[in-house]
């Protein structure tokens, strides 16, 4: 299988050159990465061209790569990712562009595939990603009064707002957390042979 997306990755290399910026061929999976400029050409040529043919879009998710490796990571902090299936020639592949750190921006595909719809609302109610071009961008999982995106690697995990019914006003209303930030679950150490680095050959 590795060698079917081998010769996959050479034919999108030669059709797409100046529109991409690398393949990996991993695991028996293709990952084509691209500028967020030439998404939509290239996801349009993708589903319409016989070659390939991928007429459905299965996924598609935020990534947020914020101390990613332990802090290694020199990349943009955010990336969409796509997986894409040709029902027609049996073949999957898989797209990711980074988009910006501060104000994450990428072109939606809902024109291009009916099913990204409620995938990208997720991903910009979970990570903020503005799908620019949806007619309906929108919270889809959290609540209107939400304050901020829950998937983001730096959102406290007691979150910004608590609501609760006020009996004085009559109505649910909004306020600043309440509760004191805690760690439920304990850190251990382990201090055992299957944590120590092996000793080098010859010492004991």
């Not at 406290?156 to 707002?161: A, Q, R, T």
């Amino acid at each position: 299988m590795s060698d079917y997306y081998q010769q996959l990755a050479s034919l999108v290399e030669e059709r797409f050159s100046t529109r991409i910026t690398a393949t990996h061929v991993e695991f028996g999976e293709l990952t084509v990465e691209l500028p967020r400029e030439h998404l939509r050409s290239v996801c349009t040529a993708l589903r319409d061209e016989a070659s390939f043919h991928f007429e459905q879009l299965i996924d598609l998710c935020g990534v947020d790569y914020l101390d990613y490796g332990n802090g290694v990571w020199s990349g943009p902090r955010f990336a969409v990712v796509y997986h894409l299936l040709s029902v027609k020639n049996n073949h999957r592949i898989r797209l990711r562009t980074f988009v910006g750190d501060e104000m994450p921006r990428v072109d939606s595909v809902l024109g291009i595939w009916n099913s990204a719809d409620w995938y990208e609302r997720e991903a910009f109610d979970l990570f903020g990603i503005v799908f620019e071009g949806h007619p309906d961008l929108r919270r889809i999982l959290t609540d209107y009064g939400f304050i901020g995106h829950p998937f983001r690697k730096d959102f406290p995990l007691s979150g910004n707002v608590e609501m609760r019914y006020d009996p004085e006003q009559g109505r649910v209303i909004y306020q600043p957390v309440s509760i004191e930030p805690r760690m439920l679950v304990p850190r251990v150490i382990r201090d055992d042979n299957r944590y120590q680095e092996p000793a080098p050959e010859g010492e004991s």
